[in-house]
């Protein structure tokens, strides 16, 4: 393991042990108030030796989510702050990876490409509309310049993903116009869901700079700097303190983009923030908060569009890490496994066990699982990790993923229907899932 990734992973260890531990002496500490109202006196030592367990238990628990080097290094440049670079949803052996397949026209990635380069957001003609001032409020009404927002950042990374298969400049040149419209524009982003657009879009926005800045040399340093700008002080702001007491999909969303800046701006205070608050966060978007032990979701009783979305958006905070030499995919046994494979198993039609559980502070309370049908493009990532990186079973996820191939090349011609019927489940976050992540 490299020296800086040790240290890291040394403070990150230090931080969740000392965590876990106070909160537990908290525990203790009322627990004890409260029986001292009943007992004469409670002696110190059973305080410390309680507090002490906790300590060895916060340990233990430590270990099993410690941030470790991968199996096989990524394979990128290093810089000398040590984050690799490209190094936030793809890294130069998964760029070089899908090349090569499209170089020997193999499917499923020569269909995938295809797809992008007949998407609007992958045209040289696509003109992006910046704004000073966007508001998203709540479920996005008002709709002031958040949709533009959005798009723009699906484009941007579109383009940039095209630039950097094809080695074409000119989509280089057009995701860096996308960003830099926004860079030099954007003020401020208002109105309820604000922190839930910075963190759904931010993310696709960092991986169209990271690979910009990484892979080409058109792109200004002036222009780069403009949008470490934006990211650090107009979106940081926003998402830095999460919302613990929404539905979990929201922190996830902040989740992935925080761990996106902090790559992006070679920033491992930001890094470390987002990687704390995904094994031990306080909110509904933490691991240990957002699935139970047998893979159900906070939001599995909402709707599976939200549910999914909270799981992609953990997926791809995952990948991001494990680029960076950090494992979060194995956090608490491989729970994100466990949900993804409980959420793919219910929405491919056959029955999971459902037990109510209140989400953080007790804000949502789901009585039944929501309806099922819908598949999200967002499968690959998750089989290719534990499957192929890993050799672990993930039968319902490699269930989804090819039953999603198989809508997304005949979805034209059945009004964006698989074989089976089932409807599509929308796109994707981190779009192109297919093309990227199959293997």
């Known amino acids: 393991m490299p020296a800086n990734v040790f240290v890291r992973s040394t403070k990150l260890r230090f931080e969740f042990v000392f ?11 009322f627990c004890l108030s409260r029986i001292s109202n009943i007992c004469t006196s409670v002696p110190v030592v059973v305080f410390v030796l309680a507090w002490g367990f906790c300590v060895w238990g916060a340990c233990a628990h430590a270990d099993e989510v410690q941030r470790k080097a991968p199996a096989k290094a990524p394979d990128g440049n290093s810089d000398a702050q040590g984050f690799v670079h490209p190094g936030i949803a793809h890294s130069k052996a998964n760029i070089d990876f899908v090349k090569a397949k499209l170089s020997a026209g193999q499917q499923p990635w020569a269909n995938a490409w295809e797809r992008l380069q007949e998407s609007s957001y992958a045209d040289l003609d696509y003109q992006p509309n910046p704004r000073a001032h966007v508001e998203r409020g709540a479920s996005n009404h008002p709709n002031i310049g958040s949709s533009d927002f959005s798009n723009d950042a699906a484009a941007a990374y579109t383009q940039a993903l095209r630039w950097v298969l094809s080695d074409d400049p000119r989509y280089a040149r057009k995701s ?5 419209a926004w860079s030099t524009t954007l003020k401020t982003i208002q109105n309820h869901d604000a922190r839930l657009l910075v963190g ?3 993310h696709l926005f960092c991986n169209a700079a990271e690979l910009l800045r990484h892979t080409w040399d058109g792109w200004p340093e002036s222009s780069q700097q403009q949008f470490r700008a934006m990211a650090r002080n107009v979106w940081y702001p926003i998402i830095k303190d999460f919302y613990p007491s929404a539905n ?3 922190d996830a969303s902040m989740l992935q983009t925080m761990i996106a800046m902090g790559v992006f701006l070679d920033d491992h205070e930001m890094f470390d923030r987002a990687v704390n608050y995904f094994l031990a966060g306080e ?3 933490a691991i240990g908060n957002y699935f139970n032990d047998f893979g159900e979701c906070q939001e599995s009783g909402r709707d599976q569009t939200h549910t999914q979305m909270g799981l992609e958006f953990l997926a791809n905070t995952c990948e991001t890490a494990w680029n960076q030499g950090t494992d979060l995919y194995g956090a608490m046994d491989n729970r994100l496994l466990l949900g993804f494979e409980y959420t793919a198993k ?3 039609g056959f ?4 037990e109510p559980f209140r989400s953080f502070e007790g804000r949502y309370h789901y009585k039944e699982i929501s309806k099922r049908g819908r598949l999200r493009p967002m ?4 089989y290719s990790h534990y499957h192929h990186r890993n050799d672990l079973p993930a039968e319902f996820s490699k269930q989804a993923l090819l039953e999603i191939r198989d809508r997304e090349n005949s979805g034209s011609r059945n009004g964006n229907r698989s074989r089976n019927g089932r409807r599509s489940g929308g796109r994707s976050s981190l779009r192109w899932d297919t093309l990227m992540f199959a293997r």
């Open 351 to 354: 029955d999971v066990r459902y």
């Open 346 to 348: 219910y929405n491919l």
């Open 283 to 285: 909110g509904n978007g």
């Open 248 to 250: 979990g999909n929201w």
């Open 19 to 29: 965590r876990h531990a106070l909160r537990a002496s908290s525990t203790i500490a």
């Open 176 to 180: 860096a116009e996308i960003i830099d």
């Open 200 to 202: 759904m879009e931010g």
């Open 379 to 382: 499968y690959e990532k998750i």
